[in-house]
């Protein structure tokens, strides 16, 4: 039986301590330890984006990285996007206005990798959005009003 570690996760601007075990990813840490839930578990095997995070700012597959791995690190999820009155970020409110989801169980991947696109200027073009966000994958199609939203949440941050 492997024992635990004991860890400080810097979560959405708030200290979070657990114990797991030293294998366990980060995925599994926010979704059965500290029921943050909205960080998708998809293909647990890093090819289908739907946990993505951000880690220092730069998004992260949480199904590949271990929470030890992430100690002392500023962690965001989805439901660390909204501001404190709880308004909508800008990615966020495109993606509804846009339809840019169907089924929802990608969306918060997409919309955590949008934000990483705009952030790191990966927006110039249509071709430049879709390869960016190509590491996400839709079951149900909705590339076209994915796109369409970051495309309108980056012109509307610049």
Do not use: W
Not at 23 to 43: F, I, N, P, W, Y
Not at 99 to 112: K, S
Not at 141 to 148: L, N, Q, R, T, W
């Amino acid at each position: 039986m492997t024992g635990t570690i004991n860890l400080k996760l810097d979560i959405n601007g708030r200290s979070r301590e657990l114990a797991v075990e030293p294998r366990v990813t980060l995925l599994d840490a926010l979704r059965e330890h500290l029921d943050l839930t909205g960080t998708k578990k998809g293909c647990d095997q890093g090819q289908c984006g739907a946990c993505t995070v951000h880690v220092d700012g730069k998004r992260v597959l949480a199904c590949l990285t271990l929470a030890a791995q992430v100690e002392g690190r500023a962690i965001t999820t989805i439901e660390g996007l909204a501001d404190g009155d709880g308004g909508l970020h800008p990615v966020q409110s495109a993606f509804l206005e846009h339809d840019a989801f169907q089924c929802g169980y990608c969306t918060p991947g997409q919309i955590m990798s949008a934000v990483a696109c705009i952030r790191e200027g990966h927006t110039k073009s249509d071709n430049e959005i879709r390869e960016y966000m190509s590491g996400n994958l839709c079951r149900c199609g909705a590339y076209s009003h994915i796109v369409a939203a970051v495309r309108e949440a980056a012109e509307a941050a610049s």
